[in-house]
Structure formats: C-alpha cells, structure tokens
C-alpha cells in the first residue's frame, strides 16, 4: 500500500511539474512581455495583427502579465474596432438615407449586423470579468460557455455584413471602406477567440489538477483509515 502511495504521489507530482513548466501564466519581467504576446499570438489566425494590437496596451504594462489579462486585452481591442467600425458605417447610412440613395439598406442592414456585435462583445468582457483566475467557480463553465457562444456571434455577425455586399452596386470607395473596417473587426475578432480559449485550456487544466489532488488526498485520508 505505501509503495502504490509514492507511486501515486511520484505521478501526480510529475503532473504538476509539467502543467507548470509548459506554459507560465504570469510574467514578471516587463521585458519578456513582448516574448509572452508574441508566443501567444501565435496560436491565433492572424499572429501579426494579434501582436501589433495587443502591443499597444502593454508597452506600459509595469505589473504582472497573466493569460486572463491578455485575454481581456484582446476582447477590448475587438469592442474598439467594433464602435470604431460602428460610428463609421452609422455615418454613412445617415447620409445615404438623407440621399435617398439605393445603397441605404444594404448597409443599414451592415450596420444591423455591427450593432449586435458590439452588444456581444460588450457582454462578453463583462462576463469574462466574472471568471477567477484559477477558474474555481461553481458557475465558471456557463461563464466560459456564455463568452464563446458571444464572441462566435460577433464573428457572425461581421462576415454576415461583409456577405451581405457581395453583389451590390454601392459606391467604389465607401463600399472598400466598410469591407476593409469589418474585415479587420473580424480577424481581431478571431483572434481574441483564440486567446480566450487558450485561457480556458489552462483554467480546465488547473481543474484538473485541483481535482486530481483531491481525490488524492481523499484516499490518502482512507488508506490511513
């Protein structure tokens, strides 16, 4: 019994010693910063953009860095892009109201679609606020659940509006303004979906672990029984 105790405990040490070692969540160097949003980066579609966008909000970042932070940053980025692309295509719809002009729906029903987005963008920095760092909550799976099914409509949402003027004879310049604004909501988009669910492969992979170790304890708690 106490061999098969070590050997347990040898495992499960070895467990943690590589759900560690394989990718720190928390930086505390400002210099490796950068390393830390470049590595990252890479696990998205758009790995250049990623880190030109998130570059802009750590460069004075004097603390810690963690993945949900990162995160965070990423989803901001996104909801900017998305009120940015907003307040433009709202300002073009007004004025081809006031024009009268064919092209008024096709983009009015564009600016249907951003105006969504930018609701499930705002919904899902508030619910990503609500998830711990270490993801020990009853309710982090419906937290979790809940950002991904409103970061996936938001990505929905801008390719709808860029489908939506294939076909169309709107203006040359205006119509390769609003595709080129939405084209870039989607990929920063895209690319803040990737790094949440890179953080929450690491809050599962902490569950685990905490949950490996209870039932560890548990029939250590047995066995001494």
């Not at 909801?79 to 092209?103: F, G, P």
């Not at 979790?144 to 970061?151: E, F, G, L, P, Y």
Request: with cysteine; proline share 1%; aromatic share 8%.
């Amino acid at each position: 019994m106490a061999i098969t105790t070590r050997i347990s405990f040898f495992f499960l040490s070895l467990l943690l010693f590589t759900l560690v070692r394989a990718d720190r969540p928390i930086l505390h160097r400002r210099s490796r910063a950068r390393a830390f949003i470049e590595l990252q980066c890479q696990t998205t579609l758009y790995p250049d953009l990623c880190v030109r966008c998130l570059s802009y909000y750590v460069n004075n970042f004097t603390t810690t860095l963690s993945h949900q932070q990162l995160a965070q940053f990423a989803l901001k980025v996104s909801l900017v892009k998305a009120e940015s692309t907003q307040t433009y295509v709202t300002e073009v719809a007004k004025e081809l109201k006031r024009r009268k002009a064919n092209d008024y729906q096709s983009v009015k029903e564009c600016l249907d679609q951003i105006n969504d987005g930018v609701e499930q963008l705002s919904n899902s920095i508030k619910e990503t606020q609500k998830i711990k760092e270490n993801g020990e909550t009853i309710d982090f799976p419906w937290h979790a659940s809940n950002v991904q099914t409103w970061m996936s409509t938001a990505l929905t949402d801008a390719s709808t509006c860029i489908d939506g003027f294939s076909g169309r004879a709107i203006g040359g310049k205006t119509k390769a303004m609003i595709k080129a604004k939405v084209l870039n909501l989607q990929q920063v988009t895209s690319n803040a979906l990737a790094l949440f669910n890179r953080l929450l492969q690491r809050l599962l992979q902490h569950r685990l672990l905490h949950g490996l170790l209870h039932v560890f304890f548990c029939l250590q708690i047995r066995q001494r029984d």
